[in-house]
């Protein structure tokens, strides 16, 4: 994990939050190359997700929502952890995760008796800071597709099944120290509200559980690190009929990467009531029920992070990210072999600028070749692309392949096509 950190940090992937002013617990800025990385997961699982399904509608909406989602939702009252309070040094801990419920593990110092900490963030709206005013960031995205339906009912029209997917960002107020970007104040979250009627859920259930796991090995996440793991009674969120978490064997432990429920019909039924809008469905029969719900989740930055323990490798002489080239930040580099040289540079220049319509590129003509190759490889460039003396007799191009560190020659008038086909 060190290792991956200090990569993360110096090549421009992830930076701590705030970290001028000594940096703050659980936040996490994210550089030009995690920007890249996080935006081709997102577009990977819009695609199979959203795209190549049937029936599945996108929405964007607001991370302020009215108070009284969160009241309908269940969320005021029961997205609650029990904590204890140290008495001396103050501070808290979740009752699940210390061994000790008397002592604290940090100064010795005796505990409170549990207590119930709601995890939303609380913002004001307007002028006045009193209960009254009070709202919340979200801590799913979830809530604003429910708050939707009607309206995507009625621009829509759409027969059971479908689905209102979104990705944005979710906030949770944290206490625990997370490994990494593994737990965050604020991360985002991929989910899909599948909407079904009740009679078919386990069918439906199998269907997007089966799609996940695809999904896992699509991303490059070895099939035997991925473990189904059913929630028990206590632990299933108050939505949930039946949870099962996807859980990654990262560096630090088996942990839940996803989370997969079905939710019932409690959300529509719960917002239907008390926002007094009807939420139910009328089926080619004219029979009204409230849809029931299965919800695939996958939080962005957890994924980011299997994804990277999975492609980390040091060889002897060189460390590599071994991403699959649709989710590598650029696809391939271009080098003159020499910097000083015009005739190699301005050659360069013009394959670079071929290339850069179509595949995310860089350009790299500082130190020598080794360099420059060792550092593409850090960064997961799947091929690196040097324009020698030769390339200006014959017009060509070495390329070189990031997991086999082969080189082959090239034509540049076909470089596109074999680049195309190579990144298949
Ligand atoms: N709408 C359902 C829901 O929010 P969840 O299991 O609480 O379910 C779904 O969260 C996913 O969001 C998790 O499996 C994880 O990938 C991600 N996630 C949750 N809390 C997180 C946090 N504090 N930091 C980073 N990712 C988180």
């Given amino acids: ?32 190359l995690g920007l890249a990385l996080k935006k081709n997961l997102k577009d990977l699982w819009w695609k199979e997700f959203v795209e ?29 952890d029990p904590l204890v309070e140290c008495k001396k040094c103050h501070k808290r801990f979740r009752v699940d995760q210390i061994k000790d419920l008397k002592k604290c593990e940090e100064c010795g110092g005796s505990l409170t ?29 979830a809530q604003a597709i429910f708050v939707n339906f009607k309206n995507i009912i009625d621009c829509f029209h759409p027969k059971l099944p479908f689905g209102i997917a979104q990705i944005g960002k979710a906030f949770r107020n944290e206490i625990t120290a997370g490994n990494f970007i593994f737990r965050d104040l604020e991360f985002e979250q991929c989910e899909l509200e599948y909407f079904i009627s009740p009679g078919v859920w386990e069918e439906k259930y199998s269907y997007w559980l089966k799609k996940m796991r695809n999904f896992a090995e699509l991303i490059g996440l070895a099939k035997e690190k991925i473990h189904e793991r059913e929630h028990g009674d206590s632990e299933r969120s108050h939505y949930s009929k039946k949870t099962i978490d996807l859980e990654y064997d990262f560096p630090f432990g088996r942990k839940e990467l996803w989370g997969f429920a079905y939710r019932t019909d409690y959300d529509l039924k719960n917002h239907s009531q008390k926002s007094g809008q009807d939420l139910s469905f009328a089926d080619e029969e004219n029979k009204r029920f409230f849809p029931h719900v299965i919800e695939p989740s996958m939080g962005v930055e957890r994924t980011l992070l299997a994804v990277l323990c999975e492609v980390y490798f040091e060889d002897k002489d060189r460390v590599v990210l071994k991403l699959k080239p649709q ?27 071929e290339l850069k319509p ?27 692309i040097t ?15 990031r997991d086999t560190t082969k080189q082959q020659r090239i034509k540049i008038s076909n470089l596109v096509e074999v680049l195309k086909d190579k990144l298949k």
């Fill in 1 to 32: 994990m060190e290792k991956i950190v200090s990569l993360c940090k110096r090549r421009g992937f992830v930076f701590p939050g705030s970290e001028i002013y000594g940096g703050l617990a659980n936040t996490w800025d994210f550089g030009p």
């Fill in 387 to 401: 324009i020698d003396f030769e390339s200006l007799e014959k017009d060509d191009v070495t390329i070189r392949d």
């Fill in 52 to 80: 190549n399904e049937e029936n599945i509608f996108g929405i964007d909406g607001g991370i302020i929502l009215s108070p009284k989602v969160w009241e309908a939702s269940g969320h005021v009252e029961n997205f609650t």
């Fill in 113 to 141: 008796e549990p207590k119930k900490f709601n995890g939303m963030f609380r913002t004001f709206l307007g002028a006045s800071e009193d209960k009254s005013a009070t709202a919340y960031l979200r801590p799913e995205t």
């Fill in 358 to 384: 179509t595949f995310q590129v860089a350009w790299d003509d500082r130190g020598n070749i080794g360099k420059r190759y060792y550092s593409a490889d850090e960064i997961s460039t799947p091929f690196c």
């Fill in 327 to 353: 989710l590598a930040p650029y696809k391939a580099a271009v080098f003159p072999l020499l910097a000083n040289k015009p005739e190699l540079v301005r050659k360069a220049r013009m394959v670079f600028d």
